[in-house]
């Protein structure tokens, strides 16, 4: 109807003073550009989309392996779906599934080196009180002799004293403290050993 010079808007655009060819073309301009700019929207659904569907089917992938025994396997497929799509909420349950995987055939160096990696890049994730509690449990599942495995005390210790004061509501407090009690009444361990423990740690802190 502008191209024509008739109805009512061409009238009302005559009577401002514009050019009906002009306008015509600046139509004809913006109407493309909303076009391709659907397009390009279009586009990166789709691609974010079938990203998405990937990392899922990876995923599912790592947890059928799981399933069948094969920790090591499935452990890697759960980090290669947390790296396909970091930005997704399955990146950091991948994460950690990868974490457990290990963890449950008692691969303790390679379950700490996930754990680790999780609580360094998921600072405000909900599950950081699981995350600390199984990081917990590498090194107190490690304790085979109190006069020995000073190291793992000293960790798992820590990393159970965390969870209580951060987390002193969730059930992950309650068996630390149970843990915590049970490193010292079992095994022959007392307080005493500990003690020697805290200040042979604190001469190499002063060193240092």
């Known amino acids: 109807m502008i191209r024509e010079g008739e109805g009512v808007a061409a009238q009302v655009l005559k009577k401002l003073g514009a ?3 002009q306008v ?5 301009k913006l ?3 909303a076009g391709e700019n659907g397009n390009k929207e279009n586009i990166s659904i789709l691609e974010k989309k079938s990203l998405d569907e990937q990392m899922i089917e990876v ?3 790592a947890m059928t392996e799981f399933e069948r025994g094969d920790v090591i396997y499935a452990g890697k497929k759960f980090s290669e779906a947390e790296l396909l799509y970091p930005q997704s909420i399955w990146a950091p349950r991948a994460a950690l599934m990868a974490a ?5 055939q008692l691969y303790y160096n390679d379950t700490i080196v996930e754990l680790e990696k999780f609580l360094q890049k998921y600072e405000n994730h909900p599950r950081r009180d699981y995350a600390y509690y199984l990081l917990a449990l590498c090194h107190y599942d490690q304790i085979i002799d109190e006069t020995k495995d000073l190291n793992e005390i000293l960790k798992a210790k820590k990393y159970f004293e965390i969870i209580i004061e951060r987390y002193p ?3 992950y407090a309650s068996d630390s403290t149970f843990k915590l009690e049970y490193i010292f009444r079992t095994n022959g361990f ?3 050993v500990f003690s020697k423990i805290l200040c042979s740690k604190r001469k190499v802190d002063t060193r240092n």
């Not at 015509?24 to 004809?28: A, E, F, H, W």
């Open 24 to 28: 015509r073309q600046t139509v004809i």
């Open 190 to 192: 007392k307080r005493n």
């Open 31 to 33: 109407i493309s550009s």
């Open 100 to 104: 457990y995987s290990y963890f449950s």
């Open 59 to 61: 995923y599912n992938e």
């Open 169 to 171: 509501n969730t059930s």
């Open 19 to 21: 050019e009906l060819s």
